[in-house]
């Protein structure tokens, strides 16, 4: 996933390549997305979220509809 | 026996990635954990399938190790005078979480190339307008690791 300047160049990048523009996520979005997946991935318990974690973190971050059901 | 082995096997990735911010070869691991090229790949294989590690299809060598990414990349994350590469910009910000550490991420706009620094600060990111985008939906990203 990358990062954009803005909502326009999000769709220009998408026009050009012939992609569908997704749902945008805000930095801040990100970075709580980013602390709920990683946070504890240098220790030895560390593992991926799963299934129903991932839908509540989704939830809890304001990210629903079809594009984040997993 | 298995699950013991391979959270070895996976501390000592990280560890390795987050003091010389590089994953290590199979024969570094081989040679530190005393085991042999098969166990360490067998063991490689489980984390894949776990989707806490991806390979390289031709050597077998640890390409991902998210948020980590083994060869450079253009999402580039400075802390303490070490420099690792994220895949991408959701894992630049992962590497300031699973390192609990400041953090300047040096990217750019996926569309003009504009260059972006966004900062970490205490575990809070520098407000920024900036946004992200998905292109692949959430039940996909592992269909194609290295593209999403």
Not at chain 2, 10 to 36: C, H, M, W
Not at chain 2, 110 to 138: D, I, M, Y
Request: hydrophobic share 40%; glycine share 8%; proline share 6%.
């Amino acid at each position: 996933m990358l990062l954009f300047r803005s909502e326009e160049h999000v769709g220009r990048w998408c026009k050009v390549r012939g992609w569908p523009k997704r749902p945008l996520v805000t930095l801040d979005q990100l970075w709580q997305l980013s602390v709920a997946w990683y946070s504890n991935r240098l220790s030895p318990a560390s593992r991926r979220p799963m299934g129903d974690e991932v839908k509540q973190i989704f939830q809890r971050l304001g990210l629903t509809g079809e594009f984040w059901e997993v | 026996m298995n699950d013991d082995l391979d959270i070895r096997l996976k501390l000592f990735v990280y560890q390795t990635i987050a003091e010389d911010g590089r994953p290590p070869t199979r024969n570094r691991i081989a040679k530190a954990l005393q085991l042999s090229l098969g166990t360490i790949g067998d063991s490689l294989t489980r984390l894949r399938g776990k989707r806490l590690l991806a390979l390289a299809p031709d050597s077998g060598e640890i390409a991902m190790a998210p948020p980590f990414s083994a060869v450079p990349t253009p999402f580039q994350v400075h802390c303490e005078g070490k420099t690792f590469y994220a895949n991408c910009v959701w894992d630049s910000y992962g590497i300031a979480a699973a390192l609990h550490k400041d953090v300047v991420i040096e990217t750019g706009c996926g569309c003009c190339g504009e260059p972006a620094r966004l900062k970490v600060t205490g575990g809070v990111p520098e407000p920024s307008n900036w946004v992200a985008h998905f292109a692949v939906s959430a039940r996909h990203w592992w269909d194609d690791i290295t593209f999403t």
